[in-house]
């Protein structure tokens, strides 16, 4: 019987994804329904506020197309001709819309597009309500423009209060007078705008509010008596913590409300990781939603000029997999406008390297070599779970971990079969076939419909390597075929977030787990593994005494 009904949910949610598909088309052609031929577009681009003469021209300088078995492409143009192409009647079905609002601030400003989509506008309607053919696609398709830009790039064009007056204006004075589609437009504008808002307070929360650490505090009696930690982990995270990356705000929180007051465990009373009784499923699980929870904020703007952000190519280091937040690289950045600097990007570089450090840190402080085998099989096996179920991030974590040059080095990896090691070969394997292709994991229809997590660092390193070199040529035209490589790339990230895994949440769990990759994110390895016997091989000499006591003792039962 259940079997029935899960067979049956499965074929309802997969009728309801074709819809949500045939709908998402149905859009992309009505917006196709208001485009212009491509001849028309170079005098389009040209055309100011007060005059809008269309005439078919075929000029390089604006668009310069390649043509190959019949089929015309876009190579380049000038930033208006850009913005023209917009206007083209294929441009929303060949994904160029898509991809220019992801890319635009490569050669132009907010400010620029929009005077750009306002004086299109202005032009369309300056003969009334009687427009013309070409005029009325000009009217719609701004629209249609203002419409896909609001609601696709509100966490990222739109926090500033000033763009927002500049569209609200527009709307109030023009569009709304005009067009009924104005209100609905405001309403989106204004939306996006308390959206942004709130993620931007969100995301620049050094720590936990006021009233929440009370909470915290006043449930520790409750909490603590059952968990214990050693006191030598107190002693080692102590690396300062810099505002704009300080772990609490990099970390998500896994819960609201009373499930609060759960997080709050004290140092000295919380059970070590390699003492819990969760398995390796339930842990990969929940650490899966916590990964979840943070790239859902993400936008895919944010990968673009990672370089001047401080990204670079992770250096392994023999004391620390936390590394203090890189300073911005000195000069320009590739963009014409530069984002702030405490980005998504970077909170979620930095969560993965604390829960990178965390693993690192539990291995090191086990007690004994057999529970520091136990606990890297059970990391290797989370490993396989996230890899398996596509979360390449926590498995890139968990790889990371294990490949730190401290934990590499203990003796307890003798002691794992071989069949858990293999997993750590799987491990490398992927992560050598996640850098082998920057659209790696868009293969295949089936794998696109399944939840999947990339690893932030390595997909900011792909974008990376696009953005080397010349964005223009000699002419001074923008490539854009080098533009349309960097938004396909980046467009992942939003093609990513459409699916969500079902996993249900354990706040208990994911408290503990949040604990503890707090305490033990900026903790010193090398310091840690010092102070543990259990991370040393026993000398020879040592060796021989005890073989030598024990043989004593035998002898002696024997007399």
């Known amino acids: 019987m259940l079997s029935k009904l899960k067979s049956q949910l499965d074929e309802l949610r997969s009728k309801v994804t074709f819809l949500d598909c045939v709908k998402k088309y149905l859009e992309v052609l009505s917006?196709?329904?208001?485009?212009?031929?491509?001849?028309?577009?170079?005098?389009?681009?040209?055309?100011?506020?007060?005059?809008?003469?269309?005439?078919?021209?075929?000029?390089?300088?604006a668009l310069s197309f390649s043509v190959s078995k019949g089929k015309s492409t876009l190579q380049a143009g000038s930033r208006l001709g850009l913005m023209a192409y917009l206007y083209a009647r294929?441009?929303?079905?060949?994904?160029?819309?898509?991809q220019f609002l992801y890319t635009y601030r490569f050669f132009c400003t907010p400010e620029q597009f929009l005077q750009f989509i306002m004086e299109k506008f202005s032009c369309a309607t300056r003969g009334g309500p009687n427009m013309s053919g070409d005029m009325e696609k000009i009217f719609h398709r701004s629209l249609d423009l203002l419409q896909l830009w609001v609601t696709d790039c509100r966490s990222v064009d739109f926090r500033q209060r000033s763009l927002v007056e500049a569209v609200e204006n527009f709307l109030n004075t023009e569009v709304v007078p005009a067009y009924s589609q104005g209100e609905a437009l405001l309403h989106a504008l204004h939306t996006c705008h308390a959206s942004s808002t709130d993620t931007q307070r969100k995301g620049s929360s050094t720590g936990l509010d006021e009233d929440d650490s009370v909470c915290l505090h006043s449930s520790l009696e409750d909490l603590c008596r059952k968990w214990r930690i050693p006191r030598l982990v107190e002693s080692s995270a102590s690396t300062p913590k810099q505002k704009a990356f300080s772990i609490s705000a990099a970390l998500p929180m896994p819960c609201h409300g009373s499930v609060m007051s759960s997080l709050c465990l004290q140092s000295e009373e919380q059970v070590p990781f390699s003492q819990n009784e969760y398995s390796a499923q339930h842990i990969a699980q929940?650490?899966?939603?916590?990964?979840?929870?943070?790239?859902?904020?993400?936008?895919?703007v944010h990968f673009l000029n990672s370089r001047i952000q401080g990204v670079r190519d992770k250096v392994l280091s023999p004391n620390k997999n936390v590394s203090q937040p890189i300073p911005a690289a000195g000069g320009r950045g590739v963009l014409v406008q530069e984002g702030a600097a405490d980005t998504f990007l970077q909170r979620l570089l930095t969560h993965a390297d604390s829960v990178t450090n965390w693993i690192s840190a539990e291995i090191v402080i086990c007690d004994s070599v057999k529970s520091q085998a136990a606990l890297l099989t059970k990391y290797l096996w989370i490993g396989k779970h996230c890899y398996k179920w596509r979360n390449f991030a926590t498995a890139m974590q968990v790889l990371g971990a294990l490949e730190n040059v401290i934990v590499r080095q203990l003796p307890a990896w003798k002691h794992l079969t071989s069949k858990v090691l293999e997993i750590l070969e799987e491990l490398r394997a992927v992560q050598v076939?996640?850098?082998?292709?920057?659209?790696?994991?868009?293969?295949?229809?089936?794998t696109q419909r399944r939840p999947t997590l990339p690893s932030a660092h390595i997909l900011a390193m792909h974008v990376q390597q696009l953005e080397i070199g010349a964005f223009t040529l000699t002419t001074g035209a923008y490539k854009w075929n080098k533009l349309r490589s960097i938004a396909k790339v980046v467009s992942q990230v939003h093609a990513f977030q459409?699916?969500?895994?079902?996993?249900?949440?354990?706040?208990?769990?994911?408290?503990?787990l949040h604990s503890r990759i707090t305490r033990l994110a900026n903790s010193d390895i090398h310091l840690l593994a010092a102070d543990n016997d259990a991370n040393f091989q026993q000398s020879s000499e040592r060796q021989?005494?005890?073989i030598h006591n024990t043989l004593k003792r035998v002898k002696a039962t024997f007399q």
């Open 31 to 61: 917006v196709d329904r208001w485009g212009l031929e491509v001849s028309l577009l170079p005098s389009l681009a040209v055309s100011g506020r007060d005059s809008c003469e269309l005439q078919s021209s075929d000029n390089p300088s």
């Open 90 to 98: 294929n441009a929303a079905v060949e994904g160029y819309i898509q």
């Open 286 to 300: 929940q650490l899966t939603l916590l990964q979840q929870e943070m790239f859902q904020g993400c936008h895919p």
């Open 433 to 446: 076939f996640l850098k082998s292709d920057d659209l790696c994991l868009m293969g295949g229809q089936r």
């Open 498 to 512: 459409e699916t969500l895994y079902p996993y249900k949440p354990d706040r208990d769990l994911q408290a503990y």
């Open 544 to 546: 021989t005494r005890r």
